[in-house]
């Protein structure tokens, strides 16, 4: 088992037509991903990397059978293409652009809610399940099928830690960018929920980074729950100053509110392994994994 | 592709005050002025006691002296000549608001502003305004009204009575007051606003309201919908240094810091962390400088450029995860600014990814050596740094 | 038992300050409905009728528990009023005025289904349980507590059934006025569905005009459930030329569609009594109640 | 209080082409002319072929020769000349719209209606236009495209693409055929559309789009937001007869029709119920007319006299189920109608209701009776006209 993805996920790739789209879509399809659909409105009839391509998702669903999609469309067209897979009810549905407009971003989540369809990103390099399917951007490599499920607000920063779980010898059940916009589809806690009840996770990785309160809230929902599996965490900027973005739209310490320090003493009051470098998370899952064993 | 500058959008009072005007919200009278001459007029055509205010975009500017009353044509000249020019908080005034002096009742903060956690706009609306509507909140949470609008439906004109009514008014003014917080969610959405508030929002003493200070902040990703701004974006704001208004011009994040090694990376995540690294070991970051995940060659000898012309950074740290971008092409950019600059300050390169050999290759051909691990890059450039 | 209101409803009157607001609130007072809470923005902590005024539904609600609406005010508000009753989940909201933008309706109506909150007019006289709620109009003392269960696209014309059934000795379970308008908010089915499933309804008797499809949509519900009570039917309109609008928005012939003969055929066929004097109706309906006995 | 007339708000084709145009819809290039002289002038600024179309509201101008072509200026002017001032199925032509003759590839059809039983809008779309649409739908359900438009969402962008798509097109076509779509839906919107539709939408010889014809029918119930076209609803227009015409601005729902027997109610459906009692018992209604349920004395003196001076009216049968209404009201309008206008025609009145003694009795003393049945009044009215 995995999370949200795997070996039957049947992908559309929106905007597929795209530098980024094509360029991805080969990737997908070498890492053995599903993709069987792509869609460009007025490019329907043509084909990409041998996927067909149609000019609406409905089209695509009708004679493919797609289940979940992954976004290239540029941010100022996310909108539209994300309500038109989440009115197909495709799930989970990855949106890849920076940049989305907040608005259309919270539009896009709450109609995402409304219809019960998962939203991963925007802002995201995407979830892989390694060894089962990818649907994102990420350096395939560096991942390797195993019982780490990891969570991460960031891209890079969730493959330097990908990686040194891997050289570790800790493959990953599933990972999940939550993308580093203000407003994405999930939070640490849905993806906690989600590995709680996956049978192959058996120990969770989180990557957090200043702004926002979503590590906080974890933390407080680890101890509510008593969350059954370890936890690791690493949390990015502690050496930001407050009031400037650092980088991605989310990450901005706001008054009093997305310190590093806070999120870190708030894991660590629910018994999360917190790492001061990328490196320890590998080092403290093992630990845990093997005292647990 | 945008990338996450260190500032938003903010808009200055009196320009927020003229969109509020559009949408119906009753403010002050008032001009905005350049000279002490222009101020004097504004004096006249108001015909009473008038406050000038600095219009700058760093807040505080009230506890600053930036907010400064006349009583007479001759006292608005003399209050703007001391204003204009001067520098609120680094901020040099261009501009002054001058408006007719409100008779206050009673001032209130009503706003809306993005909740991540809620992913919606929350509202919030007090008695108890003209303060730091936190400290009330943290101080004196009854006396806030908060809560939550439905982005689907977006806020309903009798939800803003409601809210209007939780304050406590009733009859005329509960409608008065219910169509000036509908209007402020009106704006926030037209304009994509990550924040409006009107603190204070002044109930007179003839019990009417009047927005006498506005404040919206417009959510840079969609400037593209709001062409009047999306120029003036560009333009670097006086809140920026030099450095950071070069960065973003080019595209990249890039903040400014105090400290000495100057760092590199590729995503917003790992640059931060190798902040945190730098620091961790003892070190002083000068910058954050994020790439992003799909910079080219031009962007990256940019960025580079652009740390490396701090006088504060004694050694730059580079700190390359390649996925899109490729190490030969980091590589290249990386002894293109050696060949142009000159290896005045030492380099400490971490390189893996695609086409890692590639790149690894052409910096030692360049006499530049490279790392696989992130954390002994970071110690090692903090080491330099310090034998420096 | 009776349906959608009975004893049990908690009625708010929205624009209770105005003429027609005022007037019927102290005629429903009259007949022993529970008017509970009035509604007009800015005039809250008044009283209308004994009854108190709210600034909002969510107050009224809050303080006085209501579960059901009647809404007074003018064509051009109730859009706005309804959205209101609707979120905060009343049931059923009567919608009074005649003239409200169909594009308006459309929304009110598609909101109301998505709430689960049933939607009586606009353009209705409203409803009455006789002897247990009114929540409309209609002069109350045409009606009688009863068997029948009544149906109507008309107002006058109802209460003129309606005397006619109390004349004749037959009282009335409920009596709806669906409203003249071409788009409202329960139709024929829905009603006979309601009177289907309550003890209390032995027949029913139904009042449709010309225009739209809703007729012959119910006698073909009528025929493929079976329908397990005796219904009578009268529709007005046959001496009523193609083209044009009488009286009601929604009572109008378009091309071949909304005669009287097709709808007067389409009862034949289900089996339904097809009065073709307003006084049949009570004359079938005995018939119908006494040959079941 | 608004009551419904006899008509719906029709807007003549130029009316509705300039709208499709605001929106962005390709329409053939065309000026509207009122005179032979301006025709020509068009055909020159035109520099081709054209079509003159009598803007007339009536349906089927084609067939009635209301549609004729012009290729020189010359023809253009005597075409122009014939057409204006002309009538067509009794409407007279004052407007010619003058426009481009268009190489048809093929006739679409794209139209969006008001749904009463999906309570939505409906599309309906078809590669069989410039024909009777229904009839299509009958003939050929299989060329037909058709659906509902959710209203909390609106119709989407990617939604007048797949219908663009069901219709057979592809690439660039279907992208362009998708946007008028979605247009149409935008002018429905605005403009509260009960129908709008382009018939025939024609692609060209070149696999463009134009709306070589446009209809659009505006809710009137909403006219008081479409400002523009509010005081010309309230100009009776060429479909009304005279005395329709009076009674809509009187704010009475009033049809004329072919019979004898005037009838007044109070109610839609109690006065159809009215004339179909008189047709029940061999009589025909002279008109249609409701009061409505709330009619003040004015307006109910204004009915009577309506119906009493159509010459066609042999006797006036009111049935009045007095409600909301007094019956001591109707007597006195009855009554101050009669003083009025002589007692030229018989007046079977049926009165019940509220205050119904005083009203019979108002109507007694005037020597006028009453009958507590309407079927007994109706049948009462029939025998009375055939006596006449």
Known sequence: ?293 | MRRGSGTAMKLFEYEAKDIAGKFGIPRPRGVVVETPEEARRAFESIGGPVVLKSQVLVAGRGKAGGIRFANSADEAYSVAKALLGSEIKGEKVLKLLVEEKIKVKRELYAGFVINRASKSYSYLASTEGGVDIEEVAERSPEKIVRGDVDPLEGLKEYEARYIARKMGYRGKQLVELGAIIKRLYDIAISYDGELIESNPLVETEDGSFVAADMKLIIDDNSLYRHKEYEARAKVPGPELTPLEARAKAAGLAYVDLDGYVGIVGNGAGLTMATLDLVKEFGGEPANFCDMGGTATVERMVEALEIVLSNPRTKVLLMNVLGGIIRCDEVARAVVKVKEKMGFAKPMVIRLVGTNEEEGKRILAEAGISSFDSMEEAAMRAVEFARGA
């Open chain 1, 1 to 293: 088992m995995a999370v949200l993805v795997d070996e039957n996920t049947r992908v559309l790739v929106q905007g597929i037509t795209g530098r980024q789209g094509s360029f991805h879509t080969r990737l997908l399809k070498q890492y053995g991903t599903k993709v069987l659909a792509g869609t460009s409105p007025g490019k329907g009839g043509s084909e990409v990397e041998g996927v067909p391509v149609y000019d609406t998702v409905r089209e695509a669903v009708e004679e493919r059978g797609v289940n979940a999609s992954i976004v290239f469309v540029p941010a100022q067209f996310t909108k539209e293409a994300a309500l038109e897979a989440i009115e197909a009810g495709l799930s989970p549905i990855v949106l890849i652009a920076e940049g989305v407009p907040v608005l259309d971003s919270m539009y896009i989540l709450a109609k995402a809610r409304e219809k019960g369809v998962t939203i991963i990103g925007p802002n995201t390099p995407g979830i892989i399940s390694p060894g089962l399917c990818k649907l994102g951007i990420m350096p395939a490599h560096v991942f390797k099928k195993g019982s780490v499920g990891v969570a991460s607000r960031s891209g890079t920063l969730t493959y330097e830690i990908a990686a040194g779980l891997t050289r570790a010898g800790l493959g990953q059940s599933t990972c999940i960018g939550l993308g580093g916009d203000p407003l994405v589809g999930l939070s640490f806690i849905d993806v906690l929920e989600l590995f709680r009840n996956d049978e192959e996770t058996k120990a969770v990785a989180l990557i957090g980074e200043i702004g926002g309160n979503a590590e906080e809230t974890a933390a407080e929902y680890i101890i509510k729950t008593k969350y059954p599996k370890p936890v690791a965490a690493y949390v990015a900027g502690r050496a930001a100053p407050p009031g400037k973005r650092m980088g991605h739209a989310g990450a901005i310490i706001s008054g009093r509110t997305g310190t590093a320090e806070s999120k870190l003493e708030a894991f660590k009051r629910a018994g999360v392994e917190v790492a001061r470098k990328p490196s320890e998370i590998a080092i403290k899952l093992k630990e845990a994994l093997e005292g647990s064993r």
